[in-house]
C-alpha cells in the first residue's frame, strides 16, 4: 500500500517568508509525528497527533511554528518569520495507534521528508 | 530523561565483512521500546526492527541480528557479510511505552560505508 507521502519534497525560501509543509500519512494510521532533522543529526520530535488533536506538542522549538490535523488525517506543519536555522529536512511519521494488553505498539513509519532551505 | 547514544560517527568496511553498530541507550521507564531504522542516501527512514524491555532474547532477520542487553543497556546490531546497498546512516531509536505519548528519542546515527 501507499506509505506516508510529503509535499513540497523542497522547499527554498527567504527569511521572514512563511512556509507550509504538507504530510499525508499512511491510510487508517491514527497517530502522526513531525521530526526535524539537522545536518549529521538525528530526527527530533516536534509535535505529536493522535486523531485531530495535538497530544504533544512539547518539541515544537517556538511559537512560530504551528501544526494542525483538522480531519484527523493529512497534517500541515506551518512556519512564520523564517529564520536561518529552520533549514532541516522535516519528517513526517504515522503509526496505526495499536494497544495490546496495555503496551502501545507503535512503529513509526516515515515519509520521504520535506528539505527546506532558508536563504 | 530519555537518551540514545552512538558512539560511533563512521564506519567503513570492504564488502563482506562483518559490522557491529553500537547503540547505549538511558531511561528511568521500566517498559520501552527500541528500535533501528535506516537512512539510504535518498533520505527516507526505513524500519528494520523493534524490540520491547521485556523480551531479552536476540533476533536474527536474513544478514541482520541484534543483541539486546538489558544489563548493559544496549541494543547493538551486525551485519553480516555487508554488501555496498548496506551503505547508509543507521538510527538507534527508543521510545517509552505505557503513557500513550511515544515519540522516539533518536541517537545521532551512524554512517556506514560498504566498499566494494
Redesign the interface.
Known amino acids: 500500500g501507499a506509505g506516508v507521502s510529503q509535499t513540497p519534497s523542497n522547499k527554498v525560501t527567504e527569511k521572514g517568508k512563511y512556509v507550509e509543509l504538507r504530510c499525508d500519512p499512511i491510510s487508517g494510521h491514527t497517530a502522526l ?1 513531525w ?1 526535524r532533522q539537522s545536518l ?6 516536534l509535535i ?1 497527533f ?1 486523531g485531530t488533536g495535538a ?2 506538542d512539547s ?1 515544537l522549538p517556538n511559537d512560530r511554528f504551528f501544526a494542525v490535523r483538522p480531519e484527523g488525517s493529512v497534517s500541515t506543519l506551518k512556519i512564520q518569520r523564517t529564520e536561518r536555522g529552520d533549514s532541516a ?1 522535516y ?1 513526517c ?1 504515522s503509526s496505526p495507534r495499536r494497544q495490546r494488553g ?12 520535506t ?1 527546506l532551505t532558508v536563504l | 530523561a530519555q537518551k540514545v547514544t552512538q558512539a560511533q560517527t563512521e564506519i567503513s568496511v570492504v564488502e563482506k565483512e562483518d559490522v557491529t553498530l553500537d547503540c547505549v541507550y538511558e531511561t528511568r521507564d521500566t517498559t520501552y521500546y527500541l528500535f533501528w531504522y535506516k537512512q539510504p542516501p535518498s533520505g527516507e527512514l526505513v524500519f528494520l526492527i523493534r524490540r520491547n524491555s521485556f523480551d531479552e532474547q536476540n533476533e536474527i532477520s536474513g544478514r541482520y541480528s541484534w543483541n539486546f542487553q538489558k544489563s548493559t543497556s544496549s541494543f547493538n546490531f551486525t551485519i553480516t557479510a555487508s554488501q555496498v546497498v548496506d551503505s547508509a546512516v543507521y538510527f538507534c531509536a527508543l521510545s517509552e511505552a505505557l503513557s500513550g505519548n511515544t515519540p522516539l528519542v533518536f541517537g545521532k546515527g551512524t554512517r556506514l560505508s560498504v566498499i566494494a
Do not use: I, K, N, S
Not at chain 1, 549529521?40 to 520530535?45: L, R, T
Not at chain 1, 503496551?103 to 516515515?110: A, G, H, K, V
Open positions: 509525528y521530526y549529521g543529526q538525528g530526527p527530533e520530535f505529536y493522535q497530544a504533544d518539541g529536512v519528517l511519521a496495555g503496551l502501545y505498539t507503535d512503529t513509526q513509519y516515515f515519509g520521504p521528508g528539505r
